[in-house]
C-alpha cells in the first residue's frame, strides 16, 4: 500500500524557520495537502496543491515541491505553530485512493 | 458557513457494525466535484483516511479497511452515511468527517465523534 513518510518530530526556537518534509513515490504527480492538528481539535488545512495558502492561514505558512518530496516551511515560528502537522495525498494509480503521513510534531522551545 | 458534524454511539461492541452519520450544511453534495470523506484517529495516533463519497456517487475506500466499509449519501438530508462492519478494540478512534473541494482538498471538518469498541 501507498505510503507518505514525515518525520516524527522537528523542534525549532521561536522566530527560527521550521521545516516539515513529507516524501512518497507518487509526489511528482499528485497533490500534496497539509493539515494542522492541535490537541483536542479537529485537523485544519494550511496548504492545499502543494503550495497553495487558504483564506485565514498566515503568511509564514508556505508549501513547496521537489520530487518526491513536498516541504511545508513555517517562518517565524511562534508559540501557538506548536501542534501535529500530517501531510495528505494520493497513490498514483489513478483510482484517487488517498492516504495521510504519519505525522510530524512540532515542538516550539 | 459550511459545517459538519458526525453522530452515532459512542460505544460497541466487539463483533458490531458501527454506523456513523455525517449532517452537513453551507454545501449541497449534488455540486460538481464536491465530496464527502471520513477519517479516524485512534487515541494518541494519526490520522486514518476511510472513505470518500463524491457529489456523482462515486466512491473511493482505503485499501485496508475497503471489505468492511460503505459509503452513502443521502442528498436530501445533507448526510452521508458510513458504516463499519465487524468492530474489534483497535477500531477504537476519534471518526472525523470532512468536505472535500475539487482544489482544496479536506477544507472543513467536523469536531470528530470518539467511539470506543469494549465488552
Known amino acids: ?109 | 458557513q459550511i459545517t459538519l458534524k458526525e453522530s452515532g454511539p459512542t460505544l460497541v461492541k466487539p463483533t458490531q457494525t458501527l454506523t456513523l452519520t455525517c449532517t452537513f450544511s453551507g454545501f449541497s453534495l449534488s455540486t460538481s466535484g464536491v465530496g464527502v470523506g471520513w477519517i479516524r484517529q485512534p487515541p494518541g495516533k494519526a490520522l486514518e483516511w476511510l472513505a470518500l463519497i463524491y457529489w456523482n456517487d462515486d466512491k473511493r475506500y482505503s485499501p485496508s479497511l475497503k471489505s468492511r466499509l460503505t459509503i452513502t449519501k443521502d442528498t436530501s438530508k445533507n448526510q452521508v452515511v458510513l458504516t463499519m462492519t465487524n468492530m474489534d478494540p483497535v477500531d477504537t478512534a476519534t471518526y472525523y468527517c470532512a468536505h472535500s473541494s475539487p482544489i482544496k482538498g479536506l477544507d472543513y471538518w467536523g469536531q470528530g465523534t470518539l467511539v470506543t469498541v469494549s465488552s
Not at chain 1, 79 to 97: K, L, N, V
Open chain 1, 1 to 109: 500500500s501507498y505510503e507518505l513518510t514525515q518525520p516524527p518530530s522537528v523542534s525549532v526556537s521561536p522566530g527560527q524557520t521550521a521545516r516539515i518534509t513529507c516524501s512518497g513515490d507518487a509526489l511528482p504527480k499528485q497533490y500534496a495537502y497539509w493539515y494542522q492538528q492541535k490537541p483536542g481539535q479537529a485537523p485544519v488545512l494550511v496548504i492545499y496543491k502543494d503550495s497553495e495558502r487558504p483564506s485565514g492561514i498566515p503568511e509564514r505558512f508556505s508549501g513547496s515541491s521537489s520530487g518526491t518530496t513536498v516541504t511545508l516551511t513555517i517562518s517565524g515560528v511562534q508559540a501557538e505553530d506548536e501542534a501535529d502537522y500530517y501531510c495528505q495525498s494520493a497513490d498514483s494509480s489513478g483510482t484517487s485512493i488517498w492516504v495521510f503521513g504519519g505525522g510530524t510534531k512540532l515542538t516550539v522551545l
